[in-house]
């Protein structure tokens, strides 16, 4: 890798080789109200699975954002649907529809890997 | 009347004859298809039902429904009408040509065209007028049948006479059956008015018969008026053919229907034999439609109940599923139909062959003793023993002065209660069951039950709708179940609580889940008329509409839920009241957004009045 003369943070690298950003195209065609996310996080801030696990639907957009969807295909489905999220957040996404075509593609094979 | 023709057989009969066998073959593999396809206890049910004096309630019901279409008589009279004199009036044609054959000529009762082409085969003579009393039958159903018709023909271009706003529109096979049904009986009338000076008739046939022979002896050259039974058999022939295929399937399905039903069969995990005859049952009248919100507010028409209905026939899973993601389940359109298809059990069906949502490791969080922040969950804590126990509802946590009027109301009452997810908890299960994914909700719904068993409480009571038909009608608890609406009632009819009243206008909202789904009419409104003035509006009890928010649909976009929303709350709010009262936080959040009126939980109402 070439020094830039700066440090960089691993996390907060996105390596274009590895992006699959087919699957947030895909989310997008299914459910076009993924695009209005904000990111502030009152999906994750209500969230009753959040309680007891690491799942966080705003992590998991952003992360589908950048095209790594590897890192949160184990913990996609520990959502409940219960549908607070919904219910709270401010632009009107249809969270839950977006967790059950993220788990479908992950878990049904709709896209390979 | 006695035998006009040595020969019972004419060419012409050949067409009908043909459409018959065709049609009673179909049907005999179809059924044995259907009853291959259910499970065996199901098969079980369906034979002690039609062995058992059960069976004639079925008859009652196939002939007041099928026949007379009760149901519909109750929405509109003109569509009503229209119906029975189709149904019932061909029917009886039918019965009545029978019976003729059965007592004129009992000898040709093994052909069957006979009956149908009756008048040509037969005569009457000045010596034998016994037949005179059929004639005028035949003739009186026949009037029945073509005034039903010309009704079926205004409703095409004049629907809102028939109290219909909007109706199906008919592909080309139903085009064909229609085209092919509507001949049938004018092809009927004019062959036997032609053929009245010859057969004989009564006042209809015989009459218009006269008007023909004052134009041309026809019965001198009956060459010329032949041609009118072939036409007559080619009509019954295409209908008997696209029968099947067209929405007039209902016509044979729907006795199978009722029969099934009373029996107890249910759809449960997927769509089997049951859920075949169910979707042919539906007869695509469009009943449905005016209710279905998605379509009246929404201009979803692809979603409605019939249009569902219609990709499953056609084996379009893929639009039968966005058919079924998208509707909100509110069951308006179950309460019109008036052959009683169960579409909401059917979408479920839908949605849970398709959607895969559950693996082992999924919710393995609900048996550990940690979080992965570390600190012990809520759900993890052994409860202390109780008396009530209050489970707000995860919905609820988020319309935050539902639980503290309850908390309020609870403290009040001076009951022993215990309010269980005050740190928050898990979902009842009910919405993940609706997304699909019964296997999911099996693991939420036992984790919930084993919390519930250890408060050893007599009561639980629950604020969100949705909890309650699930706690209530799936899970098996040894504890009566109640929404807070019943609850606040009895702790008002027991005394345990006093309000004031303040005269308030209310107008209240049957949640789609306590109205219709669970049968919860009058608690609401008992406790809201202890506090204020509760006014009617015509959505009130099964009419209720739905608040859009649903947590049915998963796809349904949200400018679509405020649009249904926006359009409740002025449809209900035409007589000005103070207050919009709901028991549902879901309908209350759907509600508040609109900005026209204040909102309300009922259990908010009766705190805010409480007596202390």
Redesign the interface.
């Known amino acids: 890798m070439i020094n830039f003369g700066y440090q960089r943070n691993e996390s907060a690298t996105l390596d274009l080789d590895t992006t699959h950003s087919e699957l947030y195209k895909k989310l997008l065609d299914k459910e076009p109200s993924a695009a209005t996310c904000i990111s502030c996080g009152t999906c994750a801030a209500t969230c009753s699975a959040g309680q007891f696990t690491d799942f966080n639907l705003r992590k998991i957009m952003l992360l589908c954002k950048r095209g790594d969807m590897q890192s949160f295909k184990p913990i996609i489905n520990r959502c409940m649907v219960c549908g607070k999220c919904q219910l709270a957040c401010p632009k009107g996404v249809n969270t839950r529809n977006i967790v059950l075509i993220l788990n479908k593609y992950l878990h049904a094979g709709k896209i390979s890997k | 009347m006695q035998e006009r023709l040595v020969n019972s057989f004419d060419p012409f009969v050949i067409p009908y004859t043909f459409g018959l066998i065709f049609l009673l073959t179909y049907l005999f593999i179809a059924l044995i298809r259907v009853i291959q396809a259910l499970p065996n206890d199901d098969k079980f049910k369906l034979l002690k039902h039609i062995f058992s004096l059960k069976i004639f309630k079925s008859m009652k019901e196939i002939f007041l429904e099928c026949l007379l279409h009760v149901k519909i008589w109750k929405k509109n009279w003109t569509l009503g009408y229209m119906h029975t004199a189709l149904a019932f009036g061909w029917f009886m044609l039918i019965i009545l040509g029978h019976f003729e054959v059965q007592l004129f000529a009992p000898h040709r009762l093994n052909l069957p065209w006979y009956p149908i082409f009756f008048r040509y085969f037969m005569m009457e003579t000045e010596t034998t007028m016994q037949g005179s009393f059929f004639f005028f039958m035949m003739d009186l159903t026949l009037l029945l049948v073509l005034s039903g018709l010309v009704l079926a023909i205004i409703k095409r271009f004049r629907r809102k006479l028939f109290g219909m706003k909007r109706t199906t529109k008919l592909r080309w096979n139903d085009q064909i059956a229609v085209i092919a049904l509507w001949s049938i009986f004018p092809l009927r009338f004019l062959a036997e008015s032609f053929y009245s000076e010859i057969s004989g008739g009564s006042f209809l046939t015989a009459g218009m018969g006269s008007i023909f022979h004052w134009f041309y002896n026809f019965t001198e050259n009956e060459i010329y008026i032949r041609p009118i039974w072939w036409a007559y058999s080619i009509a019954l022939a295409v209908f008997f053919i696209m029968l099947p295929w067209s929405r007039f399937t209902h016509i044979l399905t729907e006795p199978l229907f009722i029969i099934m039903r009373n029996a107890g069969i249910r759809e449960e995990h997927r769509n089997s034999g049951y859920g075949k005859v169910e979707i042919y049952s539906c007869s695509r009248c469009g009943i449905c439609l005016d209710p279905c919100q998605l379509v009246s507010v929404a201009s979803l028409r692809d979603s409605a109940a019939i249009n569902y209905t219609r990709h499953l026939r056609l084996w379009k899973s893929e639009k039968a599923h966005q058919a079924a993601?998208i509707c909100l389940m509110c069951n308006r359109c179950t309460k019109a139909c008036p052959v009683g298809v169960d579409t909401a059990a059917l979408k479920l069906n839908t949605k849970h062959e398709v959607?895969?949502?559950?693996?082992d490791?999924?919710?393995d969080?609900?048996t550990?003793k940690t979080?992965?922040s570390g600190a012990e969950?809520?759900?993890a804590k052994t409860l202390e023993p109780t008396d009530v126990i209050y489970f707000a509802g995860?919905?609820t946590?988020?319309t935050p002065a539902t639980k503290l009027a309850m908390t309020k109301i609870l403290e009040t009452s001076g009951e022993r209660f215990s309010f269980i997810d005050e740190d928050?908890?898990?979902?009842c299960?009910r919405?993940?069951l609706l997304?699909g994914?019964r296997k999911?909700a099996n693991e939420?719904m036992k984790k919930n039950a084993e919390l519930f068993k250890q408060t050893n409480a007599k009561i639980l009571v629950t604020s969100c709708p949705i909890c309650y038909k699930f706690f209530k009608e799936n899970y098996d608890l040894d504890m009566r179940v109640l929404h807070h609406s019943q609850y606040i009632q009895e702790l008002l009819k027991e005394g345990k609580i006093k309000v004031d009243p303040n005269g308030a206008k209310i107008v209240f909202h049957d949640p789609c889940e306590l109205g219709r789904n669970s049968g919860v009419y009058d608690a609401p409104r008992e406790v809201l008329k202890s506090v204020g003035e509760l006014q009617s509006t015509a959505y009130d009890g099964a009419e209720s509409l739905c608040c859009g928010?649903s947590?049915a649909t998963?796809?349904?976009?949200?400018?679509k839920?405020?649009m249904i929303a926006n359009d409740a709350v002025e449809k209900l709010t035409t007589d000005h009241p103070d207050v919009l009262a709901t028991a549902c936080?879901?309908c209350k959040?759907a509600f508040s957004e609109t900005n026209k009126i204040a909102v309300k939980d009922l259990a908010e109402i009766v705190a805010e009045n409480l007596k202390c």
């Open positions: 993601s959607v895969t949502f559950h693996t490791q999924q919710y969080y609900l550990s979080a992965e969950p809520a759900i995860c919905m946590h988020l928050g908890s898990i979902c299960g919405p993940v997304a994914a999911s939420l928010h947590i998963e796809s349904l976009p949200y400018r839920r405020h936080p879901a959040k």
